[in-house]
């Protein structure tokens, strides 16, 4: 993905923030405290906060939380939603707050927005030395035979890039820090994966489908097509078709710690 196409896809989701906010998953409980288990403090910055699924987690957490999200929809919708949670509007490559004052960075299914050359050093000049930043992304657990269909009819847009278990681990293994310069030294990356669910039915998997990025930038005809296609391959699937179900995913996180 080019530069102009990352930011097409980057920015689409403020024409969809309330379905996001009433859609999309959280994250499970584990992976979040193992991203900070290792952090100096609870002074936690989340960075691309969409419309506050990882922020309410934090908190509940006991963490002391400021979120930054750079669209303006989705800044309202969390600012609504946890209205005591201190939020600014900000991005990854321009974060509003002052040098070493956070002891963690976490970023839900965001990180793979942030152009690293900038967001590298920015992140590294908010966090306190021995910080984590901390990547949280949910995955859909494709080893499970009718999510693989999914995967299959749904297409690209709808189940990308860090979609799948396999494809998040490749997406995500080089996604490391620059190392070069005082003001961007991280250690070695981990990567984890946590057991998630979702409870869903065949109408409300649709509709989280519809927040994808890749579906919110799509012609109208075609993204009508694509979520017509995947609510008939759901309605006759015998784990999908009557009621609520569990979607099975993971959470993968990727965590790195400033040196």
Known sequence: MDRDERLLHASSFGAAAAAYAEHRPDYSQTAVRWAIEAAPGLRVLDLGAGTGKLTAMLVALGAEVIAVE????????????????RALPGS??????????????????????????????????????????????????????????LARVGGSAAIGPRDTPTSWRAETADMHLPKTGAAARFGSPEQAEFPHGQRRTADSLVATLATRAGMLVMPEQEQEATLSRIH???????ETAHGEFTLPMLTGVLRVRRL
């Open 92 to 149: 990854a490559e321009a974060i509003p707050l002052p040098d070493a004052s956070v002891d963690a960075v976490l970023a839900g299914n965001a990180m793979h927005w942030f152009d690293m050359a900038v967001a590298g050093p920015e992140i590294a000049r908010v966090l306190a030395p021995g910080g984590i930043l901390a990547g949280l992304w949910n995955v859909m657990d494709d080893r499970v035979e009718w999510v693989a269909g």
């Open 70 to 85: 750079p669209d303006p929809a989705m800044l309202t919708e969390l600012r609504r939603s946890l209205p005591t949670v």
């Open 232 to 238: 008939a391959f759901l309605a006759n699937g015998p």
